[in-house]
């Protein structure tokens, strides 16, 4: 199969989306749309300045600017609109599920409430099930440069919504906030039946990798990237079948890989890790999940069996029901390269 017929096929097979978060869906034309409603300022005149600022070097340079585009969210509507925009545009890469992370610590610091940002979302959610049959989870994570006690405020907040908060995880800086710091309130977080993700292994070593697993006993692992380092940690992840949500623009973008040649996916699909393709931040690292698919099919030596096996694992790793996954993967299996 050419590459352009593998991307064609990459589109065809129905698709979940495991790592999206989703203030990092805000696209500039949104930004400044929200910026003049809500008589924000920003530091960007033209969408070109806009384009220019998202040149980053590594994972703090774009967290920066993440923070600070955020800033423009600030109604129920906002959320609203945001989540609406991105459910629609996936939904034509035939995205069938999304689990979606959001930073309600990056709203709160600001006062704006964490019920104005959830409510907006979940409205979103519901809309997209009832109009188009999309399925989505809601993820809430916790900022990792914030003190535990931060985490735990967070987590009492979300108490009248746990029966629609799927799961918990952690993001921003990873460097020198290990998954340790947050061991007590992931098992608090536990208790309350949650799911637990973690980013990890993305620009922290695999020593942060094994505290997501010994101390977090996570679900499912974001990024994972620099576990490749580590042998038995590698075999660790395969035997456990532990699901890695990968995203190659991000990866590229955040000068996690210098160039899409050198990534890691095709070589995670041979070492028989259960790797996915997801978008991260679409709107700062250059696309959404197809647009992920197109770069690494160009990049690497993917098949088609390789393309029909991430389509798989995000289903599987997903935290859908048996009889959820079980009609997704029939439906993947039944579609031709
Ligand atoms: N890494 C860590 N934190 C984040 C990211 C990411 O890629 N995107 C949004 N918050
Ligand atoms: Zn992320």
């Not at 409205?123 to 535990?148: N, W």
């Not at 709107?283 to 959404?288: E, T």
Request: hydrophobic letters at 45%.
């Amino acid at each position: 199969m050419t590459k352009q017929d593998l991307v064609a096929f990459a589109h065809k097979l129905p698709k979940a989306e495991l790592h999206l978060h989703i203030e990092g869906s805000l696209e500039p034309e949104m930004m400044f749309a929200l910026a003049r409603r809500n008589n924000v300022d920003l530091p960007f005149k033209t969408l070109e300045e806009v384009r220019n600022a998202y040149a980053f070097s590594n994972l703090q340079d774009f967290l920066d600017i993440y923070y600070q585009g955020m800033s423009v969210l600030q109604t129920e509507e906002d959320f609203f609109d945001l989540t609406m925009a991105y459910l629609n545009r996936v939904r034509a890469d035939n995205v069938r599920h999304a689990e979606i992370f959001f930073d309600p610590q990056g709203h709160t610091e600001r006062g704006v409430p964490f019920d104005t940002a959830i409510s907006g979302i979940l409205t979103a959610l519901q809309m997209a099930r009832a109009q188009f049959g999309m399925t989505a989870k809601l993820i809430m994570c916790f900022l990792r440069h914030l003190p535990e006690e931060d985490a735990f405020t967070t987590l009492r907040q979300a108490e009248p919504w746990l029966d629609r908060i799927e799961a918990v995880g952690l993001d921003s800086s990873e460097v020198g906030h290990p998954p340790s710091k947050f061991e007590r309130v992931f098992a608090a977080a536990r208790e309350s039946g949650l799911k637990l993700v973690a980013h990890a292994g993305e620009e922290g070593p695999p020593e942060y990798v094994r505290e997501a697993l010994d101390l977090l006993k996570i679900d499912r692992l974001d990024h994972g990237n620099r576990s490749l380092e580590d042998e038995a940690l590698t075999a660790r992840l395969r035997e456990e079948q532990m699901t890695l949500t990968v995203c190659p623009l991000s990866n590229l973008k955040l000068c996690v890989v210098d160039d899409m040649t050198a990534h890691p996916l095709k070589r995670m699909l041979d070492l028989g890790l259960k790797a996915t393709v997801n978008s991260d931040d679409p709107a700062y690292f250059g696309g959404y999940v197809m647009d992920n698919f197109a770069a690494v099919i160009a990049a690497l030596n993917l098949d088609a069996e390789d393309i029909r096996t991430l389509a798989r694992n995000s289903f599987e790793g997903a935290f859908l029901s048996g009889g959820e996954k079980r009609a997704q993967l029939a439906a993947i299996d039944a579609v031709l390269p």
